[in-house]
């Protein structure tokens, strides 16, 4: 197996792209893997804070329409991803870090169908009507599993202690985080309000 | 501009860097996930939206941007613990963060134009499937061009030139 994706490492494009100097090589791949993540979290998130009921004034069933383009970010990701494995392959697929993460890609996007099938199931209901409560359960398991990926992204570089460390800080970072910023959307909306 | 307290931080707790990239990674997913969706309302890929509506995410693209700037500041100020590079040597000779932090000015720019014009105003007024003023949709391709600029440059800096 070793010798296999040893193979895989020094193969001809994977050197080319982990050694050039040229910006196009491996930092372009990385960039494309961030786009991707940007528009498959970020406007995955969008609908969810919907579903959750955080931002109530934006209407529900055109949300679905932002599903082409999460299709898109997931490619994207998937295929850089893939990529970006093959260029350290030995090192990755020996890294925990890596299977938590895929793991939590799979949770994500399993949520994110549920998510949606559940939040617009019935297309005769008012944009305004709050979500189900299982499209809600879903629209958490997809936020915190998008975390967890997010996360272990990240951490795929540093030593394994380093790694269990920050898990720990970031997962009560993100809670203060969390609880500040809806304080602080909510200050803001109750000062656009009274405006 | 090297902070001390900042390098403690970092020298004492291995996983402070981690931590600051990361949520750095979570403010970036907020203020593109926020700001994409209202710029590609305003470029007429999702006329379903009543701007007014999108326009309510803004506070969380807000809260986005500040931990990106509070979690790049923690960078900036705590490198020299990170590798042993002052701050002023990376700022002066990292070519792809200085095109980070130009286009990030850009897109302050942009954004105060918009309101400044008083295309702003004007979008808010949009209902669900009316087209956006032609001068609106420059802002908002604009937009989505810088911030899609400031990622590719992000992830090109480690590959900039800077020599302690």
């Not at chain 1, 910006?23 to 893997?33: E, K, M, N, Q, R």
């Not at chain 2, 969706?37 to 500040?66: E, T």
């Amino acid at each position: 197996m070793q010798d296999f994706l040893e193979s895989i490492e020094n193969s001809g494009w994977a050197s080319y792209i982990r050694e050039t100097p040229s910006v196009l090589g491996y930092s372009t791949i990385l960039a494309l893997h961030t786009f991707g993540m940007a528009f498959l979290v970020g406007l995955s998130g969008v609908i969810a804070l919907r579903v959750l009921g955080i931002v109530p004034e934006l209407p529900l069933k055109p949300l679905k329409n932002l599903m082409p383009m999460i299709i898109i970010g997931f490619w994207v990701n998937a295929v850089t991803g893939v990529i970006l494995t093959c260029l350290a392959a030995r090192s990755m697929l020996s890294n925990w870090d890596f299977y938590v993460k895929l793991t939590a890609i799979a949770v994500a996007i399993t949520s994110l169908q549920k998510m949606r099938g559940y939040a617009f199931r019935v297309a005769s209901a008012p944009d305004d009507a709050p979500a189900s409560a299982e499209a809600k359960r879903w629209a958490k398991a997809m936020l915190f599993s998008w975390f967890v990926a997010v996360l272990g992204g990240r951490l795929t570089a540093y030593a394994t202690n380093i790694r269990i460390q920050s898990a720990a800080a970031v997962g009560v970072a993100a809670i203060l985080l969390l609880l500040l910023a809806r304080y602080l959307v909510r200050y803001a909306h109750r000062s656009v309000t009274v405006r | 501009m090297r902070w001390p307290s900042v390098e403690q931080i970092i020298y004492k707790y291995l996983w402070a860097w981690g931590v600051g990239q990361s949520l750095h990674f979570v403010g970036m997913v907020l203020l593109i996930g926020t700001v994409g969706i209202l710029d590609l309302r305003l470029l007429g890929m999702a006329k379903q939206f009543p701007v007014a509506a999108l326009k309510k995410l803004i506070p969380w693209g807000v809260f986005g941007f500040l931990l990106c700037l509070a979690t790049g500041l923690f960078f900036v100020t705590g490198i020299w613990a990170n590798i042993n590079v002052h701050p002023y040597v990376v700022l002066q000779s990292d070519v792809f963060l200085q095109l980070k932090f130009v286009f990030i000015l850009l897109a302050g720019v942009n954004l105060l134009l918009f309101y400044a014009t008083g295309m702003s105003r004007a979008v808010d007024r949009l209902a669900a499937g009316e087209d956006a003023p032609p001068l609106a949709k420059v802002f908002a391709g604009a937009s989505l061009f810088f911030w899609i600029a400031v990622m590719y440059f992000a992830r090109l800096i480690p590959s900039g030139k800077f020599q302690p």
